[in-house]
């Protein structure tokens, strides 16, 4: 670290811009330090598709650092780096693909960014450069590990390297997980399908990055890799140019080493001000924490080695007691109804939903944003993957199972809509009798359980807190918490609370990791 102008491990994104203003950083800097960081690591971590031309970034960050010396600053973060998930577009002229981790999509060239892309650029913050993610967020296969593409290839956790040959996988055993990439290996797993911003975010190879959710696919990866991360209520983010498994479920947030550094992040993607979120008191505030041996995910989805379940139960506990301690209104345990009563008339709606969205609503929205592509529906990627088997259906994942499933899917819109509005009701009312009857502001749970179900169905606001490291071979683990619609700013006033309670995040050693065989430096030097 010697050769760096700050720790890129443990420096957070408040504190860059602290150095800006002081004058002791300039932009420049900040991403030349980033740069060697991803050249010295990202080949053991395999975090990024693609980086944006590093004379670009350069270019960039100079005429940023121009700007904030004339006086004139677009934001808070002006002259910032951030990292994309690979499956939000961005224009062409920036040098980088949008692919989902698909090499149909290698070829693609975008209209034009995403709209919160462009939010973004507009508030003084530079695209770094776009991460791996499970291609086409875990809709391709159930078989895929979290964090696999056939484009990107395999994702790795900065706190324990590479996923053993026999790790779990969970396939589709559980009609309630869609996102079948969110809750897999309990030991190696380094997340869900927003893997690559999470392990940039965690190795340091940026300070901020953007995922997209369904369920658990920010949250889990944000847990493994012991950062703070927001999904926004469902609706209020412009998912534009953004590949989404339904509309009924995801919503684009950020992550990051600090909930300070959310909060102007989240102001961009929602387009308002969030003036308590900052806020260390807990006046207005009372959270409800879940029973972790009932909230959790059994054997046979998530393998726990011996003494990990209860050692993850103790930390939890004890992080409840300290809460109490330090004058929270803490309620433990509450209880919350089970995922299995989110139904529509006794009928499993989730995966209904998401596989009618994906082949009539979303996938088709999504490829109308290119200007130029070899795929242009569904049926073609599957088409293109079938032609290109080598490349497009290598070893270790060599199969399209799900999006056979969305592609055969013969549903009725008018049945989908019906779904939709009964499924989005009951999923509140589940969550609201628990607000209501146990009169807190939020719920919290482990993050390796099935609580984010209820949450993507009622398309609530949902987070993660870093909770502990596992003695077993230190892989992260967190906890996930969800407020009402609308209430980002009481998620991120509490989860200000927790950083100021509790201990610094875990930070890896990424001395121990080995390069991937065969990866390649990324971009233009």
């Not at 693609?108 to 892309?117: S, W, Y």
Request: aromatic share 6%; hydrophobic share 40%.
């Amino acid at each position: 670290m010697s050769t760096l102008l700050f720790d890129p491990l443990t420096t957070t994104t408040v504190e860059l811009q602290q150095r800006l203003v002081s004058g002791k950083l300039s932009s420049v800097q900040i991403i030349e330090t980033y740069l060697t960081q991803i050249d010295a690591h990202n080949p053991a971590l395999n975090a990024f598709i693609s980086l944006a031309p590093r004379d670009a970034l350069r270019s960039i960050a100079a005429a940023l650092d121009d700007e904030r010396a004339a006086g004139s600053l677009r934001g808070p973060f002006h002259g910032i780096p951030i990292v994309l998930k690979d499956s939000i577009m961005t224009a062409s002229e920036l040098g980088m693909p949008t692919t989902a981790g698909s090499f149909a999509l290698v070829q693609a060239k975008c209209k034009k960014n995403a709209p919160l892309v462009e939010k973004l650029i507009d508030a003084g913050l530079i695209i770094l450069g776009k991460a791996n993610l499970t291609e086409f967020c875990g809709l391709k296969t159930s078989a895929m590990m979290p964090g696999w593409s056939a484009y990107g290839g395999q994702t790795l956790s900065p706190y324990v390297g590479q996923i053993e040959d026999n790790e779990t996988i969970l396939g589709h055993s559980s009609p309630y997980y869609p996102e079948v990439s969110s809750n897999r290996a309990c030991a190696q797993s380094p997340g869900g399908s927003s893997t690559g911003p999470a392990v940039a975010i965690a190795a340091g190879f940026a300070p901020l990055s953007i995922g997209t959710e369904t369920t658990g696919s920010i949250m889990v990866p944000a847990s493994r890799n012991a950062l703070y991360a927001i999904k926004p209520t469902v609706g209020d983010v412009d998912m534009r140019g953004v590949f989404s498994l339904s509309e009924l479920y995801d919503a684009a947030g950020p992550m990051a080493k600090s909930t300070a550094d959310l909060v102007p992040v989240t102001e961009i993607l929602l387009g308002r001000k969030l003036t308590s979120a900052g806020q260390k008191n807990w006046q207005g505030l009372s959270v409800g924490f879940a029973d972790p041996r009932v909230w959790n995910l059994g054997d046979s989805m998530c393998r726990q080695h011996e003494g990990t379940a209860e050692e993850m139960i103790e930390t939890y506990e004890l992080v409840v007691s300290m809460l109490k301690e330090a004058g929270g209104a803490i309620h433990y345990p509450v209880a919350v109804p089970d995922v299995s009563e989110l139904t529509v008339d006794g009928k499993e709606a989730f995966m209904k939903i998401a596989f009618w969205d994906c082949k009539n609503r979303t996938i088709d929205n999504f490829l109308k944003e290119y200007e130029e592509s070899p795929v242009r529906s569904l049926a073609d990627i599957v088409k293109f993957n079938e032609e290109h088997k080598d490349d497009a259906l290598p070893h270790p994942f060599p199969d399209q199972s799900d999006l056979h499933k969305c592609l055969a899917n013969a549903d009725e819109e008018e049945e989908i809509e019906f779904l939709k509005k009964g499924l989005r009701a009951k999923a509140r009312q589940l969550l609201d009798s628990t607000f209501d009857t146990e009169g807190v502001s939020i719920i919290a749970a482990p993050t390796d359980s099935a609580l984010l179900i209820h949450g993507a169905a009622a398309g609530y606001p949902t987070a993660n807190v870093p909770l502990g490291i596992l003695s077993y071979n230190g892989r992260a683990y967190g906890t996930c918490l969800i407020a009402k619609a609308g209430e980002e700013e009481t998620l991120l006033q509490f989860m200000s609370i927790y950083e100021n309670t509790l201990s610094p995040r875990p930070v890896p050693d990424l001395r121990k990791l080995s390069p991937i065989a065969g990866h390649k430096k990324i971009g233009p030097q």
